[in-house]
């Protein structure tokens, strides 16, 4: 049996190590390259950009892809459960929070993503978005547009030198936006759940205990977290109120990790100005009737339509990304930037086999551990050059009874040599 090397990102998934044609089904829309690149490389991609609820269940049912690629359109426990086909479902951003993680997990069926691909787009708008409202921008537009002249009034503006930025979440975007903040030569503070004193130092940022200390001492808070259940409502009535009057808000993230309610609230009693791209209960088509209610609050909003990452240049990177991805799956059944693989496994020993890479050796082996009741975690199977010999790793939820080890010993025309390790 041939396997995978350690240097791999996931193991072979549900048994399919190569695909000759592999049928993807793209759900959203998705860059003409990179449908090319799937097509010139054997896929054959079914392009419905329009799908949704039960007609992508319809879909997944009627073409049983093996792979489905989705931008911002839900994929539901339900219809994970109509499609045993399903194997790999790529979210092509950053982002997986419209995916069922826990129910594809459940199935076996790998969710990747793109991360990073949207950085420097989103942290483009984030400056944008700052840039706009120190400068009253829009209003300055649509004053000129009515024929209104009033430099008296827009020339009021403090300007971003030296001023502090506090950034909330410091993955590939928040870093993205500290280069663009030091090019305006502003100071910037931060927290992060992964960020230590040490690697703030390195990103040249001061190091913040948490949120609350970010939003005290910053005049304009950024935030850049990833939505989950450990961030929904990070950035509370509790830290928003820490934020100095005339302070300014940013969100490019997503609206599940911020009180809107409170941010609503307080722009209006502390003067704060707010940049949003993304809202609350967004419409899930392009185009829709949406009036956002912290529109209504009487204070100063800039938004703009969860377009952070709606750049051609960020849509090609992810749109290769994406083909990336598909492409090792169907050549090797592997799949880089899993996010639902154990990150810790279950299992309590190894069990190392060296053995003669001939047919049936591993399938013997495993069922001498089935026979002993023993659920195989994890396994790898490495074949040495001249395909003669190889090593299989085979991780075990309990360890083997000697008995059983020593009856796998005593294969001598498969088996070289057995060990138990533990993990």
Same mark, same amino acid.
């Given at each position: 049996?041939?396997?995978?090397?350690?240097?791999?990102?996931?193991?072979?998934?549900?048994?399919?190590?190569?695909?000759?044609?592999?049928?993807?089904?793209?759900?959203?829309?998705?860059?003409?390259?990179?449908?090319?690149?799937?097509?010139?490389?054997?896929?054959?991609?079914?392009?419905?950009?329009?799908?949704?609820?039960?007609?992508?269940?319809?879909?997944?049912?009627?073409?049983?892809?093996?792979?489905?690629?989705?931008?911002?359109?839900?994929?539901?426990?339900?219809?994970?459960?109509?499609?045993?086909?399903?194997?790999?479902?790529?979210?092509?951003?950053?982002?997986?929070?419209?995916?069922?993680?826990?129910?594809?997990?459940?199935?076996?069926?790998?969710?990747?993503?793109?991360?990073?691909?949207?950085?420097?787009?989103?942290?483009?708008?984030?400056?944008?978005?700052?840039?706009?409202?120190?400068?009253?921008?829009?209003?300055?537009?649509?004053?000129?547009?009515?024929?209104?002249?009033?430099?008296?009034?827009?020339?009021?503006?403090?300007?971003?030198?030296?001023?502090?930025?506090?950034?909330?979440?410091?993955?590939?975007?928040?870093?993205?936006?500290?280069?663009?903040?030091?090019?305006?030569?502003?100071?910037?503070? &931060?927290?992060?759940?992964?960020?230590?004193?040490? %690697?703030? @130092? +390195? /990103?040249? =940022? #001061?190091?913040?205990?948490?949120? $609350?200390?970010?939003?005290?001492?910053?005049?304009?808070?950024?935030?850049?977290?990833?939505?989950?259940?450990?961030?929904?409502?990070?950035?509370?009535?509790?830290?928003?109120?820490?934020?100095?009057?005339?302070?300014?808000?940013?969100?490019? &993230?997503?609206?599940?990790?911020?009180?809107?309610? %409170?941010? @609503? +609230? /307080?722009? =209006? #009693?502390?003067?704060?100005?707010? $940049?949003?791209?993304?809202?609350?209960?967004?419409?899930?088509?392009?185009?829709?009737?949406?009036?956002?209610?912290?529109?209504?609050?009487?204070?100063?909003?800039?938004?703009?339509?969860?377009?952070?990452?709606?750049?051609?240049?960020?849509?090609?990177?992810?749109?290769?990304?994406?083909?990336?991805?598909?492409?090792?799956?169907?050549?090797?059944?592997?799949?880089?930037?899993?996010?639902?693989?154990?990150?810790?496994?279950?299992?309590?020993?190894?069990?190392?086999?060296?053995?003669?890479?001939?047919?049936?050796?591993?399938?013997?082996?495993?069922d001498k551990l089935r026979r002993a009741d023993i659920n195989v975690e994890e396994m790898s199977n490495t074949v040495f050059q001249g395909a003669k010999?190889?090593?299989?790793?085979?991780?075990?939820?309990?360890?083997?009874?000697?008995?059983?080890?020593?009856?796998?010993?005593?294969?001598?025309?498969?088996?070289?040599?057995?060990?138990?390790?533990?993990?």
């Amino acid at each position: 049996m041939h396997g995978h090397s350690a240097r791999d990102l996931t193991p072979p998934i549900r048994g399919r190590y190569a695909f000759a044609m592999l049928k993807v089904l793209i759900a959203d829309k998705f860059e003409k390259t990179g449908i090319e690149a799937l097509t010139n490389d054997g896929c054959e991609v079914v392009y419905e950009p329009d799908l949704k609820a039960d007609t992508l269940r319809e879909a997944l049912v009627r073409t049983a892809a093996p792979v489905l690629v989705v931008r911002g359109t839900q994929v539901t426990a339900d219809m994970l459960a109509a499609s045993p086909h399903l194997g790999l479902i790529v979210r092509a951003g950053a982002g997986f929070n419209t995916i069922d993680v826990a129910a594809a997990s459940a199935r076996g069926i790998v969710v990747s993503n793109c991360p990073g691909k949207n950085a420097v787009a989103v942290a483009e708008l984030t400056m944008g978005l700052i840039i706009a409202l120190d400068r009253r921008i829009a209003e300055n537009v649509t004053d000129l547009r009515a024929g209104i002249w009033n430099k008296k009034e827009y020339s009021n503006a403090r300007g971003l030198k030296d001023r502090t930025l506090g950034i909330i979440g410091m993955g590939l975007i928040g870093q993205a936006v500290v280069q663009r903040a030091k090019a305006f030569d502003m100071r910037v503070i &931060a927290w992060s759940r992964s960020l230590s004193r040490h %690697a703030a @130092a +390195e /990103l040249g =940022v #001061k190091y913040c205990d948490d949120p $609350g200390e970010v939003a005290a001492n910053c005049d304009i808070l950024s935030v850049h977290l990833a939505a989950a259940k450990e961030t929904k409502n990070l950035v509370n009535r509790d830290v928003l109120g820490l934020l100095a009057p005339g302070s300014c808000v940013i969100n490019t &993230a997503r609206a599940d990790v911020m009180d809107y309610e %409170a941010l @609503a +609230e /307080l722009m =209006v #009693k502390r003067n704060l100005r707010v $940049g949003l791209d993304v809202f609350p209960e967004e419409p899930a088509s392009g185009q829709a009737q949406f009036l956002p209610a912290i529109l209504k609050a009487g204070g100063i909003v800039y938004g703009t339509h969860h377009i952070g990452a709606s750049t051609d240049q960020a849509q090609d990177a992810i749109a290769e990304e994406t083909v990336r991805i598909v492409k090792m799956f169907k050549n090797t059944g592997q799949a880089p930037n899993c996010v639902n693989i154990e990150t810790r496994s279950p299992a309590k020993c190894q069990l190392v086999v060296r053995h003669y890479d001939k047919v049936g050796v591993l399938a013997t082996v495993l069922d001498k551990l089935r026979r002993a009741d023993i659920n195989v975690e994890e396994m790898s199977n490495t074949v040495f050059q001249g395909a003669k010999a190889a090593v299989a790793v085979i991780r075990l939820a309990q360890p083997p009874a000697d008995s059983v080890v020593k009856d796998i010993a005593a294969m001598h025309d498969m088996i070289i040599n057995v060990e138990v390790k533990p993990v």
